[in-house]
C-alpha cells in the first residue's frame, strides 16, 4: 500500500561526480520472446520464477525510491509484456504521482502490443520505447528470429491506443545499416520519433568489436547525403544527442564514440534485485533480502539498511563507459559478462 504522507526528499541519491539520480529502470523479467544478437548471448540462462521480485515488492521498492528523488521509472525486460501483472504494476504505481513521480514508461519489443497497447494506456503508462532494428522483413528475421508484421502491427496498435512512441534502432555495420534512411522515412510518414543506437559491448558472450559500430558522426554523414540536418543543442541528462533531420526528430546514443555519461541520472534494477548504477558496471549491489523486507515486520530496518547500501553505492558510480572500458582491460579480465537482457538495457 502507498503512504501518500511520507514526504519527498529531492536529490537524495547523488554520486561522487555531482550526478543526481532521477532515473530508475526496472527489468521485470530477463525473458525474452527473440534473439537480438546485439543483447542475447546464445544460450541464455533464464531466471527461475522464485528469483523474481515479486511486483508488491517491487512497488514498496519503487515508493521508497521516488521518496528520495526518482521522478521517471522505465519498465524494461527482457521483454516486459512476457510477465503476467505488468499492467496491473504500472497501474499500481499511479498514486505514487502524489509523491513525485512524474513519468511511468516502458521499452518492448512490440510484439504483443497489439494485445495490450489499449490496456497500457488505461493502465496509466505515459510513453513507449519500441526496438525496431529494420524494416526489412528478411533482415529483420536474421536480427531477431522473429517475423516482422506483428511489430508493425503493435506499433500501430500503440498509436491508435494514443501512446506517444519512440523508436529504438540498433545499427551494426554491414549487417542493418543500410536500414537509416529508409527508417527516417517510415517513421516520419507515421510521426514517430526515432532513435539510432550506436552498437554496444552487451551481448554477453563477448562477441562485441568496435568495427562494428556505426559510429554517430557516420550516420550523420550518412543522412546528410540525403536530407537535411540540424543539430538541437538541449541534451542534458537525456542519453541520444537530438537533431532535426528532414524536420523529424531523430536521436543518436552514441555511448562509443561521444558518450553522454557526464549527465547521467539513472540507475537499473534487475528483476532478481540486482541494482545496477552504470550499465557496464562491474558489480551490482543486491538488495532482493531487504527490498523483500520492507513488506514485513522488520520494514524500518530494512529500511534504512537499503538506504544506507544505496547511497554508498550510487556514490560511488564512475564516470561512465570509457572509464570503466579502460579499467576492465588493463585488469585481469572482467568480473561479469554483460547481457542487454538480464537489465533492459
Not at 521522478?71 to 499492467?87: C, N, W
Not at 545499416?177 to 516520419?188: R, T
Not at 523529424?248 to 532478481?272: E, K, M
Amino acid at each position: 500500500m502507498i503512504n501518500p504522507q511520507i514526504p519527498v526528499r529531492p536529490a537524495y541519491f547523488q554520486d561522487q561526480f555531482g550526478r543526481s539520480k532521477r532515473k530508475l529502470r526496472i527489468s521485470v523479467t530477463d525473458r525474452c520472446n527473440f534473439k537480438c544478437v546485439y543483447c542475447m548471448p546464445e544460450h541464455p540462462e533464464w531466471m527461475k520464477k522464485h528469483q523474481l521480485l515479486s511486483f508488491e515488492a517491487l512497488l514498496q521498492f519503487c515508493q521508497l525510491m521516488v521518496e528520495q528523488g526518482i521522478q521517471h521509472i522505465r519498465i524494461t525486460g527482457g521483454e516486459p509484456l512476457m510477465r503476467q501483472g505488468v499492467v496491473h504494476f504500472i497501474r499500481d504505481l499511479q498514486p505514487l504521482r502524489q509523491l513525485g513521480l512524474a513519468r511511468i514508461s516502458m521499452t518492448t519489443n512490440g510484439h504483443y502490443l497489439s494485445r495490450y497497447a489499449q490496456e497500457l494506456k488505461q493502465a496509466g503508462l505515459d510513453d513507449l520505447n519500441i526496438s525496431l532494428d529494420s524494416l526489412d522483413p528478411q533482415q529483420f528475421f536474421t536480427l531477431t528470429q522473429k517475423q516482422l508484421q506483428p511489430v508493425l502491427d503493435g506499433i500501430q496498435a500503440a498509436q491508435q491506443a494514443h501512446l506517444p512512441i519512440k523508436l529504438n534502432s540498433v545499427l551494426i555495420k554491414g549487417i542493418n545499416d543500410d536500414q537509416m534512411v529508409p527508417l527516417l522515412q517510415w517513421s516520419k510518414a507515421r510521426q514517430i520519433a526515432l532513435r539510432f543506437i550506436e552498437f554496444m559491448p552487451l551481448d554477453g558472450d563477448g562477441h562485441w568489436s568496435a568495427a562494428h559500430v556505426v559510429t554517430e558522426q557516420e550516420i550523420l554523414q550518412r543522412l546528410s547525403q540525403h536530407f537535411p540536418v540540424e543539430a538541437i543543442h538541449s541534451q542534458g541528462a537525456n542519453p541520444a544527442r537530438e537533431y532535426r533531420v528532414d524536420g523529424h526528430p531523430v536521436g543518436i546514443i552514441s555511448t562509443i564514440s561521444h558518450a553522454f555519461c557526464g549527465q547521467c541520472d539513472r540507475l537499473r534494477l534487475s528483476a532478481q534485485g540486482e541494482l545496477y548504477n552504470c550499465l557496464f558496471a562491474e558489480q551490482p549491489v543486491p538488495l532482493k533480502v531487504l527490498i523483500e523486507q520492507l513488506q514485513t515486520h522488520t520494514a524500518p530496518v530494512a529500511r534504512e539498511q537499503l538506504l544506507q547500501q544505496l547511497q554508498s553505492y550510487i556514490w560511488q558510480k564512475k564516470a561512465g563507459f570509457h572509464a570503466i572500458h579502460s579499467q576492465a582491460t588493463t585488469t585481469a579480465g572482467s568480473t561479469r559478462k554483460i547481457s542487454m537482457y538480464m537489465i533492459g538495457g
